[in-house]
Nanobody, 123 residues
Framework: QVHLVESGGGQVQAGGSLRLSCAAS????????TAWFRQAPGKEREFVAG????????SYGDSIMGRFLISRDDAKNTVYLQMDNLKPEDTAVYYC????????????????WGQGTQVTVSS
């Protein structure tokens, strides 16, 4: 099992930036695909970005359109999500998740989840 703890959420104005962090621990967590999802009230959980171990490959959800960047620092057991040019529609709870399967965007394929961190973007 992989234990994940998110941090870095908050409230910003449209056009602003935030960096989320996901601190990981547990058995061989670095072999896992780590991803960020988000869920707004009344909406389904949405894939935001994913990164393979060693950061060899990254993928992004269609709604991101080049505004976010996922990265990982294995020395610090941490995965980051840099979010720039934030929009009110980015408002959601952001979750970090881990999976042994590469290239999956369905949240049901992810076995371990953090508790989430709230991001609120005001217009």
């Amino acid at each position: 099992q992989v234990h994940l703890v998110e941090s870095g959420g908050g409230q910003v104005q449209a056009g602003g930036s935030l960096r989320l962090s996901c601190a990981a621990s547990g058995r061989a967590w670095w072999h896992y695909i780590t991803a960020w999802f988000r869920q707004a009230p009344g909406k389904e959980r949405e894939f935001v970005a994913g990164i393979t171990w060693r950061g060899e490959r990254t993928s992004y959800g269609d709604s991101i359109m080049g505004r976010f960047l996922i990265s990982r620092d294995d020395a610090k057991n941490t995965v980051y999500l840099q979010m720039d040019n934030l929009k009110p529609e980015d408002t959601a709870v952001y979750y970090c998740a881990a999976s042994m399967k590469a290239g999956v965007v369905d949240p049901r394929e992810y076995d371990d989840w953090g508790q989430g961190t709230q991001v609120t973007v005001s217009s």
